[in-house]
Structure formats: C-alpha cells, structure tokens
C-alpha cells in the first residue's frame, strides 16, 4: 500500500457511524450486497434443498428458527473478523489507539446490525404470523438483536492475529505463481467466519439452553413454555449485550501490541 495523504479517524461514535454507512452505502455496496446475498442463499437452501440436507446443514431448526439461522449466516461473512485488512488505511492510523480502532470497529458492527436486523426481523414476524407463533417470534426478534452482535467482539480477534487484504481477483490472479500462499491463506480465513459466528452464538445462548433443558427434565422432545423461552432468550441476551464490549476491549490492545507486524503486513498487499 503506498503513501498517501493523512487518514482523518472519527472522534465520536456517532460520526463513526456516519462514515462507516456513507461507505456501505457506496460502490461496491459490500455489507447489503452481504446482507442481501446471505439472506437469499439461506431462503434458498432452507426452501428447496432436501429435509435431510436442510437437518445436516442447519442446527436449529422450526418456522421461528428460520429468522435465526438467516442472521447467522449474514454475520458468517469476513465483514466480521477481517476487520483490518478490509481498511488498511484507517487500520494502520488507529492502530497505536486502541480507542480509536475500538471506534471503527464497533461503527463497522452497527452499520451490519442496522442492516441486517430489520430483513431477519420481518421475517421472523411474518413467519410467526403465518405458524401462529407470534409470541415465539417476538422473542426469536431479541435473540436475533442481540446474540450474532455479541459475538462479533470476538470474532474480530481472527482479523488481528490473521488479516487479509482485499484484493480484486486480477490482482491475485497476476501473481497466481504465489498462489499457494496467497490463496490458499484467503480461502481458509474466508471460510472460518462460516463456523466461527456460529459456534460463538451458540456460546453466548448456553445459559439460555441450559435454563430450558431444566424446564422439563425426563421429558425429553416436549415444548417448552413461551414463558420459559423467553427467560431463556432474556438471560442470552444479557449474555450477548455484556459479551460485544468485552470481546472489542480485547481486540484493539491485542492489536496494538502486534503493531509493527500488523503495520508490516498491511502495508504489502502482496502478502495477500
């Protein structure tokens, strides 16, 4: 990466924000083309793949737990742990303020929130009025505002031990004689977001699980109350919501230690 002109960092959240969704909503439109793209890919497997298939590849399952699978997978995208190399810039200035970057960091998670929230929102409703599960659906809303937000703190710790650079296909294709290293390297950190987000999420809901699987004990299979999955949901939300400032704590001083092997890296694009 050459030279440039000096990068401005915003002084506030809010005006992070503001920049951070100027951007989105600039070519190439990276998180809706995101949002957009997960959410048919899921409606599409979820629709017309095989009931064995749809078991084998989601976890959760039922007409409510549509909405749930579909924001994991729009959080299971290298938006969420490639958080330096995505801006190298902006990355390289923050990187001796672990306030400033945990500024970028948490504009980058809103703007996805403010996204992505509202598309898995309406669905869960609209597949709560259609099953008649309103209330289910109007709790699986809290899960979905609040737990795939909780584990992007943590998630972004891969993108300071492992960044990338994102780099047009021409580019990486003239240098394809280095491709071992440079592929190979951006094909494994693309696909980590994929198990990573979730097995995060399902961390941040334990308490939650735990407290239905005492709901019924020896009655294994039965439904649980609204009342009990709401506490469930209550109690991993206040998980997620203690977990996102907790995870973004972390990963800016960690950055900040590895400053000169973060700065050497971003600055080589052909490091990949």
Not at 63 to 76: G, N, T
Not at 187 to 206: D, N, W
Not at 221 to 237: K, P, V
Request: hydrophobic letters at 55%; charged letters at 15%.
């Amino acid at each position: 990466m050459s030279a440039g002109k000096p990068v401005s960092l915003p002084a506030t959240l809010p005006q992070a924000v503001r920049e951070e969704l100027r951007r989105a909503l600039r070519r190439p439109y990276e998180i809706p083309g995101v949002v957009l793209s997960s959410g048919l890919l899921v409606t599409a497997c979820w629709t017309l793949l095989p009931t064995g298939v749809v078991n084998w590849l989601f976890r959760f399952h039922g007409p409510v737990a549509f909405a749930m699978v579909m924001s994991l997978w729009i959080y299971s995208d290298v938006l969420t742990t490639n958080v330096l190399g995505d801006d190298p810039a902006r990355s390289i200035a923050a990187l001796d303020d672990p306030a400033a970057l945990r500024r970028l960091w948490y504009a980058r998670n809103i703007v996805l929130w403010l996204l992505a929230t509202p598309l898995c929102a309406v669905t869960a409703i609209a597949v709560g009025v259609y099953s008649h599960e309103l209330v289910a659906a109007a709790l699986t809303v809290l899960w979905i505002a609040t737990v795939p937000l909780g584990a992007l703190g943590f998630a972004s710790w891969v993108g300071v031990w492992f960044p990338f650079h994102v780099l047009p296909l021409r580019y990486r294709w003239a240098r394809r004689r280095r491709w071992w290293r440079m592929l190979v390297r951006w094909m494994i950190l693309r696909l980590i977001p994929i198990s990573l987000v979730p097995l995060l999420a399902v961390v941040l809901t334990m308490p939650g699980l735990l407290l239905w699987g005492t709901a019924t004990p020896g009655a294994r299979g039965s439904r649980i109350s609204d009342a009990r999955f709401g506490s469930g949901l209550l109690l991993a939300a206040a998980v997620a919501v203690a977990a996102w400032p907790l995870g973004h704590w972390y990963g800016p001083r960690l950055a900040s230690r590895r400053q000169r092997r973060l700065i050497a890296f971003l600055t080589d694009p052909d490091r990949g």
